[in-house]
């Protein structure tokens, strides 16, 4: 347990504005993550192995892309307990995204609405700073590197972004995810439509191949998905992903749904909406792609999750392992042991 309760950091945090206090928060790890320091946050790693997609997870419980997305505190956020992380979403250059206010807390519901937009500090930066990572992986934990297109980058172009982000981050990736569902930058859920789809990850996976090649070792690809999807679509993302050969999907990404939360204040803000809010969305996509998929098929869940209850629900609906942003702010650090605990027996 960590020897400063998140109980006692919460209002500080949500006293201030939540983008700052997201600096705030990645800012501390970062600085401490190395030192002795760091006993004051850290807590036991909760073992429970499990293999999927041929690698061996110490336990279920991962830390989404989008809260570390320059990879600046993998080792920090290791101590907390997960069996894996995922960082970024990094594109090739550095971009500072969407103007500001772009992160909204709906506390009523345990949701965030966020447009950041992709803001990074670019691959050459963030493969630098999974370099500096040491502890985390030596102990055991999987890291996953997210990656993206930039915003200025025409969506017929987008592969180019994708193909030179693989190049950089795969000989550092445990696995890597493409990440087509991010509501915030202009036009790039056109790329889950079926034949843009087809052909993006046709190349991906060509290239992923060749990198194979090149570095002895065959690096996972995932997908993330968006949550805003209908049947017809998710059956067919599902074809799509076991023709091109894809290793895994995570499901989902944050929604641009308002039905929930529409009467609330910042409900009707742009961008997309975690936590709370679309756990039952989530939960429906990843039912479907079970079936669609069927039982060896690797799913990450995510969306939602604030409990270890949430995370069961998560596995019931056939998601092998489970992923949590928007509940580890509002819960904080024990959010992780606890879902840690509630999957051990799964």
Do not use: W
Request: hydrophobic share 40%; with cysteine.
């Amino acid at each position: 347990m960590a020897l400063v309760p998140y109980a006692l950091t919460r209002p500080v945090l949500f006293g201030l504005d939540p983008e700052h206090a997201h600096e705030v928060t990645l800012g501390t790890l970062a600085r401490i993550q190395h030192t002795p320091l760091m006993c004051a946050v850290a807590q036991r790693r909760i073992d429970s192995p499990v293999t999927v997609a041929g690698l061996n997870f110490p336990n279920r419980i991962g830390m989404a892309a989008g809260v570390d997305k320059n990879g600046r505190c993998i080792d920090g956020f290791g101590a907390l307990g997960f069996g894996f992380i995922e960082v970024g979403t990094v594109t090739p250059k550095g971009q500072p995204g969407n103007p500001k206010p772009r992160i909204f807390r709906l506390p009523e519901v345990n949701g965030l609405i966020n447009r950041l937009g992709f803001n990074n500090d670019g691959l050459d930066v963030f493969v630098a700073n999974v370099q500096r990572s040491r502890t985390f992986r030596q102990k055991g934990g999987i890291l996953g590197l997210n990656i993206g297109k930039n915003a200025a980058t025409p969506i017929e172009n987008a592969l180019d972004d994708y193909l030179i982000c693989l190049d950089g981050v795969y000989p550092h990736a445990d696995y890597v995810t493409v990440n087509i569902s991010s509501p915030n930058t202009k036009n790039l859920r056109a790329l889950q439509s079926d034949e843009a789809l087809d052909a993006l990850l046709t190349a991906i996976e060509a290239r992923a191949r060749v990198l194979a090649g090149q570095h002895g070792r065959r690096v996972p690809l995932f997908v993330k998905i968006a949550p805003d999807l209908d049947e017809t679509q998710v059956q067919v993302i599902a074809r799509t992903l076991k023709k091109t050969g894809m290793d895994g999907v995570i499901a989902t990404n944050t929604t641009i749904s308002r039905d929930a939360v529409r009467h609330l204040p910042h409900g009707e803000e742009t961008g997309g909406l975690s936590g709370g809010p679309v756990f039952e969305a989530s939960n429906r996509v990843i039912a479907q792609l079970r079936a669609e998929l069927g039982s060896g098929f690797p799913i990450i869940g995510a969306g939602g999750v604030m409990s270890g209850a949430d995370a069961k629900a998560k596995l019931a609906a056939g998601a092998d392992l489970v992923q949590i942003y928007t509940g580890f702010i509002y819960k904080g650090p024990e959010l992780v042991s606890e879902i840690a605990r509630a999957t051990s027996r799964a």
